[in-house]
Structure formats: structure tokens, C-alpha cells
């Protein structure tokens, strides 16, 4: 078969994604090849087709059980015979799984890479034919991303023993070039095809939100997604508690997820969601490696992450199958004092020697820094987000909160020049709440005891909310004007560019969001509202066929007991409701119906659609 037709046939797609066929056909070449490209993307296909068409097996190294189990899942009910190797078999299911490894009955063998040196796989890899080693999540293997696993080093001195050496591919959606490197030198790829594809994700819509009240903040945007399934991330195991019992207690299906659960209680949980019977999970970051939902419809950070890379992998979970979806992040000064704090205590760090220590720190410190800035930005986010993983984006793109918010731009320089002034003639020993508190004139303990009551800056500019002050400094910090030192306290201090703000040479002017009727804020979010969700295009009618369809589906799953995704996307009940397939030939026209899946699933939709179902 040709890989157009395995394309069809199996995934049931008619053409392949921008990059997946030159990813492909390098792999087809012999090549080793590196494929990094944003979640979402379809880097699974990328290995997947390949490994049809290779004469012998491919063995896929994943890092996570869930992970593995749920793509073995998919492959099975598409039809193509695949299996997975790791500690969650029992001893006699692993020994069976491999000797019908031995007789060649998979195609696609999933490896945890803890199991790659031990005797008995060695025994069976070292006497087959081994095709192709494809890494997932190769950013696995270097210590600068953050997900460096020790067991990925094994890769490679397993490569090592095999008598010919299999193509390596190598797949990951972390960007930054220092990985990119890691995985070339660490996985010894010898000339690799490298092939970025581009970041964004067009579909999901992003938004800052710093409100008062954020727990009224995220029930309002829970509202607006009534009925559809999605993810809020908190920053510690307290606030998921907390979160999750109160919007248990509003009426919100929600259910948990955290490192404090036993893991019965996590996997329990964990299927609830998935299987949609509890579509809200509240978690920590400990939760979505592996988490192959593909309708989640939006992803709320009630509190702001550690770094780019958590969040836009996090935020990314949202809308895998390419309809419209929300990544939601609220905001709270409170959230960079715990991050400092995690950074300070991280137990992963405790086994490094203090100077690896300091420098890995220190590098924490700056991510952070970055993450805070994305919250104050006045700029397109996905510009931001996109420029942060190396690429260039529009200055507009029409779908996130800040291209959709009016801007004027104002003149700050005096706010400047008083806040620069402030920090310069305290000498600067203090900290941003101390130099804006000074400016603003607060008549607190704090402020006299550290004699600023007698700065020359001190209530210059006690008119000015101190809101606005805090905008305008975190602007003079992410431009540069101003910088903090972070070691344990955070101390204001002056750079290079600060003296051309206190002589006055340089104007700062800052875009700043309009103040809105409360009347056109309430009309914007019901326009947003309308066109989120995957069946959110469709007229009346076929949003009633699609809930059948959904139910039709939700049926099948329970029966074979798998998630329902599984089964079919949303994208593809969306498709079906779209083109109201009457034939068996009509069918094989919809998104993601193949032929195997046809045969297992398709006259019961057919039936559905012409309402008999
Ligand atoms: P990644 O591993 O890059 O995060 P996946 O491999 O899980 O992404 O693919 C994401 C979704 O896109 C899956 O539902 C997959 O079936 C779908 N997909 C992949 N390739 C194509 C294609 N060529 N056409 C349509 N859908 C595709
Ligand atoms: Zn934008």
C-alpha cells in the first residue's frame, strides 16, 4: 500500500497535514529524521504510516503508560495490530505479548524505556528485525527541557546493541534550540532531517484575566461552556481541593486530579473524565502527559504556571481536534510568590551539586520572569507565545483576548521617571511593592520604617491608581528599563537604559486597554461564546443530529468500553452532521472514517442519520 492509501484506509483521512508527508518520506528514505511540531499536530500518523509499509517492526518509546496504552487503543480500533511493553502487564500478559511479538504480529511495538535493557527484551530485539526506533517526546532525554527522564538515556546504548542500526525518528513539541540540539547530539541522529512546523494553533483562542473575585472569574466562563469538557489547572494539590469542592457544589460535573491521590482515586478520576461523566477535571500539573482527549474545549489556568513551556503545553490540550477552543489564564500577584517558592524548594534539584543547582535556579527565575510577562503583555499573545518559541507571528491575529480589546496608547513618562527616580535614590534596596507604594504615597508601617516617607518620590504621584503604576512598571521591567534581581527577595534595580528615562531623553509611551461599558464587555463575551464549542457552526437541525450521533457514540464506547474519542473524534460527528452521508461510499468521505471502522461502526451511524438510530 501506498502511504496515501494507508492514510485513508486505516486513519481514514484524505491528505495528509503540512509537514507530516516530508517527515514521512524522509523516515521512508532511510532517513533519521526529527519532527518537532506543536501538540495537536499529528506527529503519531508521522511514525504510524511508515511503520505499515517497513518490512519488520517499529518500536516506539514512549515515556508514559497512559500514553501508550491509549495510542495502542486507537491503533487497534483502526484496525492495525499493535501492542505496548510495560510495567503496568503482568508477568504472563508481557511474556505473551512478546512471543507474539516473535511471531510478527505487530506491526508497532510500544517500549517504556526502562524495559529496553533488561534480558528478556533484549532476547527478543536483538533476534528481530528491528525497522525503526521512533522517540516520542525525545525532549525526554535532555536535562534543559523540563521533562528530563534519566531512562531516555538508555535509548541509545540499546541502539547501540542492535546488529543493524534501525532508522530513528525523533519526535517532541518543546521548540527551544538548546533541545532541539540535546536530542540531535544525545540520540546520535546522523544527519537527520530536521523539520519545524509551525507552532501556532489557529483554533484556540487565548485570553489574560487578572479579576478580583477568580473563582466568580472561572464560574462565569464555566457557564459559557455548559455541557462541554475541559481542564482547569491550579498551581498546588490545596487550591485543586478547594476549587473542585466548590464547583462541585455549584452544580459543576468536576472531578480531581493530584500527586496527594492515591492511585486508584487517580485513575478512577482520570476515566471519569475522559469517558465525559465528569467533563470538568480541576488538577495540577501532574495531570494531561498523555491525555489524548481530543475535545477538550478549553483549558483555564486558575492560576498562572511556572514557565511558557508548562503553559502552552498545558493550555495546548485544548482543541486536538481543530475546532475552536479557549485557553483561559487568570492571573494573581500571588501566583509568581508561590512560583518563586517552588523554584526555591524544587526537590528535584536537591540531588544536583550546588553550582548545577544555582545555575538550573537561575534559569527557573528567568522562565518565570518571561510567564509574568505574558500576563501584563498589552500585545497579541500568540505573537508573544510564538515569538518566545523562536517563531514570528503577526502583530495581530484576531483571536485572543488583546487583538480583540481596544488599546489607546498613552504617554507614561512622568509615571516612568518617578518610579525610575524612586528606586534610584532609595539606592535601590527595595522591592517593586515598596517603590510603587512610595510613589503612591501609602502611609504604612513598612514605608516609614524604611524611612521612604523621606524619598523625594514619595505621594509624587498619589493620584494615579496604583493599578496603573504597577502596569507602567511591569512595562519598564519587560522592556528592560528596570530589572529585579531574584535571589530569595526581589530588589528593584536600575540598567543601562534607565538613565535616558530620569534625564528625560527618552519618552515612554505604553498601549493601554480602553475602558469599557460594562454593556460592550457582556456583548463581546456572548460573541465569543457562540462560536466556541466544536458543534458551534452548526444550525439547529444538525446540532440535533449531532447530539444523537454523541449519544450513539457514548453507547458504543460503553459497550466496547473504550473512551468514547476513541470511537470517533467530534471533528468527525461535526463531519457527519455536515455531509449527512446516506451510502457506505458517502461514509468513507467523512473525516477520520476508514475502512475498519466502517466495517465496525458505520450502517449504525448510517441508521442514526437517517433517524433510525
Ligand atoms: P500529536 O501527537 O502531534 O499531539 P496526534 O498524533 O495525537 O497529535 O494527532 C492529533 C489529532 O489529529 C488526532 O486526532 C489525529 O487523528 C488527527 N490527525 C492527524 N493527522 C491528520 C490528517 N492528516 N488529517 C486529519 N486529521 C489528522
Ligand atoms: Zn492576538
Redesign the pocket.
Known sequence: MTKEEI?RQY?G?????QG?ELLIDSILAGKDTLGI??????????YQVPALIFQGITLVISPLISLMKDQVG?LNAAGIHAAYLNSSLTQGQYFKALDFARQGRYPIIYVAPERLLTDSFLDFALNAKIAMVAV?EAHCVSQWGQDFRPSYLKIVEFIDRLRERPVISA?T?TATSQVREDIIRILKLQEPTVLTTGFDRANLYFAVKSPKDRYASLVNDLERHRGESGIVYCLTRKTVEEVCGKLIKDGFAATRYHAGLTDEERRCNQDDFIYDRSPIMVATNAFGMGI?K?NVRFVIHYNMPKNMESYYQEA?RAG???EPAECILIYGGQDVVTNQLFIEHDQDNEALDPETRALVQEQDRERLKKMTFYCFTNDCLRNYILRYFGEYGSNYCGNCSNCLSQFETVDVTEIARALVGCAADCGQRYGINVIVDTVHGANTAKIRGYRMDENPHYGELSKVPSYRLRQVFNYLLMEGYLQVTNDGYTIVKLTGQSGGILSGETKIQMKLPKEQEPSAKVRKIKKTAKGAGAAGDLGEREQSLFERLRSLRAQIAREEKVPP?IVF?D?TLVDMCLKKPVSREEMLEV??VGKFKYEKYGERFLLCIGGEG
Open positions: 492514510l486513519f483521512y484524505s491528505q495528509f497535514r507530516q511540531m506543536p501538540t495537536g499536530a499529528g506527529k503519531s500518523i508521522c486507537a516520542d519526535f513539541a489524548d481530543s495546548g486536538r481536534d481543530g474519542y473524534s471533528k473525516s477520520g
